[in-house]
């Protein structure tokens, strides 16, 4: 039997990259998508450590481009005739509440988190629709989707944006028996929230139940199940993976 297609966004690092190795560890052919070619090459390189025979490869992406996403879509297609699942995890954070920051962080924010996320749905649904595979969206949103916190204006508003296009797409697609899901993650170890200081880093473990961030390995773990057929009771949710952040707010 061919191999299922796993196409991941922002794989070159933190959640993309477990999500990446979590599915090559299930004979997947996984597409790293991503800007960073060198955090592409090391996720590449990390996937054939763990098995010689796995199979991967790097299309250089940057998902805030559109006909950067379509060539993703249709180069994937080019090679291996499918695409199963789509998960539309890259994505930029950052401040835009004080006067003085930069419209263009604003946009650049916007432009990545929901526009890439709005041209992945599209460009793989379209062609699963095409090919008449019954796959998965999965679409990384984040629990700022549904809080203020600190004026990350373009940040949660772009979170917002990936759960009201999740529950859309998957209307769009039920027909066709493609499930759109979301997850909304807290706190996680990566690169993303180390990079705000230490600060954020103490604040968003404080937050958490357990006293400790979560692991991309955990986040990568969510993702598998909720592209699997074990989650077909759930279409258009997005769902919270933030050991009870939300919670108690
Ligand atoms: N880490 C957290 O605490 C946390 C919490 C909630 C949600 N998230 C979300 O999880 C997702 C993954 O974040 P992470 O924590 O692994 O961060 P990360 O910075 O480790 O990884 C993000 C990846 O996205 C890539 N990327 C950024 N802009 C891109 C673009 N325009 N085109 C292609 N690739 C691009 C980066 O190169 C990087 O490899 C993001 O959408 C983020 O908003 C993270």
Do not use: C, W
């Not at 880093?201 to 969510?222: K, S």
């Amino acid at each position: 039997m061919e191999k299922k297609v796993v196409v991941i966004t922002g794989a070159a690092s933190g959640i993309g990259r477990a999500t990446a190795l979590l599915f090559s560890s299930k004979d997947y052919s996984v597409v790293i998508a991503d800007r960073n070619k060198k955090g592409s090459e090391e996720t590449l390189r990390l996937i054939y450590e763990k098995n010689k025979k796995a199979d991967a490869k790097i299309i250089e992406t940057d998902v805030s481009i559109e006909k950067e996403v379509k060539h993703l879509i249709d180069q994937t297609i080019d090679t291996y005739k499918r695409i199963d699942i789509m998960v539309n995890n890259a994505g930029i954070s950052g401040q835009t509440a004080q006067s003085d920051d930069p419209l263009e962080q604003y946009h650049e924010i916007i432009d990545t988190n929901q526009h890439g996320v709005y041209y992945g749905i599209q460009h793989a649904g379209q062609r699963m629709v095409e090919l008449g595979i019954a796959g998965s969206i999965i679409n990384i949103s984040s629990v700022m989707a549904f809080i203020s916190s600190g004026g990350a204006y373009a940040y949660s508003a772009s979170k917002s944006a990936i759960v009201i296009m999740t529950k859309i797409a998957a209307q769009m697609f039920a027909k066709q028996n493609i499930h759109v899901i979301g997850i909304a993650p807290a706190g996680v170890n990566t690169p993303m929230l180390n990079g705000l200081g230490q600060d954020q880093v103490d604040y968003f473990r404080n937050q958490m139940l357990g006293g400790e961030l979560l692991e991309p390995e955990e986040i990568a773990e969510l993702i598998y199940f909720s592209a699997s057929n074990k989650a077909s009771a759930i279409n258009g949710s997005t769902i919270f993976a933030d050991d009870g952040y939300l919670s108690f707010k």
